[in-house]
Each structure stands twice: as C-alpha cells, then as structure tokens.
C-alpha cells in the first residue's frame, strides 16, 4: 500500500519555480531517501509534506487522503523529526513524551513500548538539559512515534551525531518502519548512511527528480549502468539521444554512462554500428550510491 503518494507537485516561490513536477512514493513499512545538493529542493518539498506550505500544483496524498483538500486528516498520520527537535529542556523525557501521550489520548503502556524501541529506558527519567544529542535525536524520534504515525519524515536526522550515535540511530529507524510498518521518508546529505539504511532513494537536483532506485531491495525498477566508449562521441550522441530504452546519459573523461537494461544493450550497438560508429569497449559499470550521486545531481563533477 502507497503512504505517501506526490504526484507532479509543483512549487513557486515568487516568480521562481522551486519543484518542477516532481513524483514518487513511499510504500508501508519502506525506508525512503531523498538525495541532493543544498538548494536542490529538499527543505521545500519537505514543508510540503508537513502542511507548512502549499504546492502550486500536483497532488500529495498520505494514506489516500488528499493534502489540500483533507489537510487535518492528511497529517494526522505524520510524524517528524527535523534537525533539532523541540524538546522541554526543564523536563524528563517521560514528562515530554507524556505531555503528547495525554493531547494524543495515549497509554503509559504504548510510551513505554515506544522507550524501549529508541533504547532510552535507562535515561527517559533524567532532565533533558542532561541528554547528549544523540539522545535528544532518540527522544524526538520517540515523541514522533508516540502518535503511531503511518509516515515518519525525518530531515538530517544524524547531523551533529557521532559515529555510535548514527549506528544507533539506524538501527532504531529501522525497527520503526519494519516492526511497526511505519513508512520513513529521510532527508540527508550523509550518503553512506542513506545507503545502509534505505530500501529506495530518489535523487533531486534543480527542483527536479533526477532518477528514483532500489537500494537494498527489490532491483527490478533498476537499470544497469554501462560504460561506453566510441571513435565518434557527437554521432554517438545523436544515436543514443533517439533510443527510448536508454536513461540518464552523462559524458564524462570520454566515455558514456548509460543507464539502460541488459537485454537491450545488443540493440543499442547494432544501432551503432548500423551508423558507422566504431565502439571501442562497453561494458558494465559496478555502482554505488555515491557513484549514482555524481553521475545523477553533479553530472560526474568533484
């Protein structure tokens, strides 16, 4: 089942367009990535999902119900968790995650469910003002989930955190969305831990979505990347500019980088060679998420 559905969304800002059509979605219990520079469109498709802003045009549903037309019934089934999570300093963690429990009509039994899960039962009785940040990270996580949210939306979760704190911080997302089927759309700049914790990533660029991939998961939605070298690159070009079976083609030190199935990769050099076109070597390129990042949002650049 789709949680969150954004279909075409666009967004304005002024007489600048921010998102320019972009779609996706987040099925239950997947952990989902959004990747990409600083400006790219992040932070705006963001405030879109948590009702702060409008889009201009395009739909974004969660559990079905439209944002714009059922705005109340839309978020009931959010839960957030941003850089910095606002937390009563002069508070325990018990008393902050209570002050919710009570507004949400929520039993000290589900609370204590939800501590455990963040692995804070031995703290949750200290002042806040003593949490380090991972812990305060643990406590916001915590207080998103106290509503049973059926979409977490965590933005940076993991800045400031150190390397323990991010293994932890992982694993407890990861229980999240598996035990509980919570769907988790993250936000991040770190690529490593998108990559280790996420079943799928989409990669923004421009307000653009540049390409949307499996990770760790299902990899039929993929194509494979090759790696193509010819005697003709501008005639090479033209050829696989015109065949519909071949995505994303960056020109880097050369070479080609295709995105494209294997079982067209014969089509695409007999339509090569049908032109002339001498090919020097294709081939296969193993990739990870890091390489895609740079092929996708930077166009190869370092």
Request: proline content about 2%; aromatic content about 6%.
């Amino acid at each position: 089942m789709k949680t969150l559905e954004v279909k075409d969304v666009k967004k304005r800002l002024g007489k600048r367009e921010i998102i320019k059509g972009i779609t996706f979605s987040v099925e239950e219990g997947e952990v989902f990535g959004f990747i990409g520079p600083n400006g790219a469109g992040k932070t705006t498709t963001i405030r879109m999902l948590v009702g702060l802003i409008s889009q201009n045009s395009g739909e974004i549903k969660i559990m079905g119900h439209d944002i714009h037309m059922e705005r109340e019934k839309a978020l009931s089934y959010v839960g957030a968790v941003v850089e910095n999570p606002e937390l009563y300093k002069y508070l325990s963690g018990w008393e902050n995650l209570m002050q919710i429990a009570r507004i949400r009509n929520i039993d000290k039994e589900y609370v204590q469910q939800i501590v455990d899960l963040v692995e804070l039962k031995e703290r949750i009785n200290d002042k806040v003002k003593k949490y380090s940040l991972g812990m305060k990270q643990r406590l916001g996580l915590a207080a998103s989930l106290i509503s049973k949210p059926k979409l977490l939306i965590l933005d940076e979760p993991t800045n400031g955190l150190d390397p323990t704190g991010i293994m932890d911080f992982r694993e407890i997302v990861r229980k999240a969305a598996k035990g509980t089927g919570t769907a988790v759309f993250i936000s991040s700049h770190i690529l490593s831990e998108i990559e280790q914790v996420c079943d799928k990533v989409a990669f923004i660029n421009g307000g653009v979505i540049q390409s949307e991939e499996y990770l760790n998961g299902d990899k039929k939605a993929n194509k494979e990347v090759y790696i193509l070298s010819t005697f003709d690159d501008e005639k090479a070009r033209k050829v696989l500019n015109k065949l519909e079976y071949v995505q994303n083609i960056i020109y880097r030190d050369g070479k080609f980088i295709l995105d494209i199935d294997s079982e067209n990769i014969s089509d695409m050099i007999f339509k090569l060679s049908e032109e002339k076109i001498p090919i020097e070597e294709a081939y296969k390129k193993q990739k990870d998420l890091e390489d895609r990042y740079l092929e996708l949002v930077e166009g190869g650049k370092r």
